[in-house]
């Protein structure tokens, strides 16, 4: 996949992420889109995910990227350490990633043996009012928990 020595990506979100998963969070399985990104001294093995969670009254709509690694997740901190807090998902190293010039945006990146995988999602109203931030990662937290036991 890339030529650096790093560990070889074990987990393809397009493959590994049952669809069950996806549609108890709110994503259509059937809307898989393939991204992977070899940069030859590291790789990223990425899937991308429409979904619609319904809430009575209110249409929200979500975009979701996950990605699949062969860096550290202290690279990751490194490189995004102004947006970045330090967390974990069901006691695994994790980075909550929020960049308030991204708006509508949440990110979590999890540490794997390999790596890392980054889940990023973008929230898209249905209307043209601010989204207020604390709902940027509403419900990542949990889809997050729900396949961190898969990721090794």
Request: glycine letters at 8%.
């Amino acid at each position: 996949m890339d030529d650096s020595g790093r560990p070889q990506i074990t987990f393809d979100p397009c493959l590994d992420i049952p669809d069950e998963v996806l549609v108890d969070a709110g994503y259509d399985p059937r809307s898989k889109e393939i991204a992977d990104y070899p940069m030859g001294t590291y790789s990223f093995v990425g899937c991308r995910f429409k979904g619609t969670l319904h809430i009575p009254g209110v249409l929200r709509r979500y975009g979701l990227n996950v990605l699949s690694g062969n860096v550290t997740l202290e690279e990751e901190l490194a490189k995004d350490r102004h947006i970045a807090t330090e967390t974990t998902v069901n006691g695994r190293r994790a980075l909550l990633e929020v960049d308030s010039n991204n708006q509508n945006s949440c990110g979590i990146a999890v540490e794997t043996e390999f790596g890392i995988v980054i889940f990023s999602r973008t929230y898209y109203p249905d209307h043209t009012r601010g989204v207020p931030t604390d709902l940027w990662c509403s419900g990542l937290e949990e889809l997050v928990s729900s396949v961190e036991p898969l990721l090794d």
